[in-house]
């Protein structure tokens, strides 16, 4: 029985002027090209921006360097990728598709948030905020249902 290779591309939802592909050129290798699809399902259902909303940032926007949307995506694929520690988005952060998966282009010079300011996220998740994120679970799963 003799193996036949897949050669055809798979094209993903594009990052501004960065084309998203998957091919099997030998290019630049990652090991999270898998989570490609969770970012799909989270442009269609908008759970990270709807989340996004209901958590207090009092960052000014001027002195802003990540979006809140951002930083979530970044810390929920993190943990859906088996990186439940702050710490690894240390090494996370520099990685081209990691920093794609978070709609943010691929950019050494620009990297994803630190851990420090990841965490800083996780602690402005108050009482409240908790509760409209919950809420947030409830809507997206009733509204994936006619």
């Not at 897949?6 to 084309?19: E, G, N, P, V, Y």
């Not at 990652?30 to 989340?51: H, P």
């Not at 965490?119 to 799963?141: H, P, S």
Request: aromatic content about 6%; some cysteine.
């Amino acid at each position: 029985m003799q193996t036949e290779c897949i050669t055809s591309s798979m094209t993903f939802a594009s990052m501004k002027s960065q084309k998203v592909q998957a091919d099997f050129d030998g290019g630049q290798i990652t090991s999270y090209a898998g989570a490609l699809l969770l970012r799909e399902v989270d442009r269609r259902i908008g759970l990270t921006q709807a989340l996004a909303d209901v958590i207090p940032d009092p960052r000014h926007p001027a002195l802003t360097l990540h979006a809140q949307q951002t930083m979530l995506a970044q810390r929920i694929i993190g943990i859906a990728c088996g990186y439940e520690d702050l710490n690894d988005h240390q090494t996370l952060r520099n990685d081209p598709c990691f920093q794609i998966l978070c709609d943010q282009p691929a950019d050494p010079e620009r990297p994803l948030a630190s851990p420090p300011t990841l965490w800083r996220l996780e602690d402005r998740a108050n009482k409240k905020a908790l509760a409209k994120m919950a809420a947030v679970f409830v809507e997206t799963f009733i509204a994936s249902y006619d």
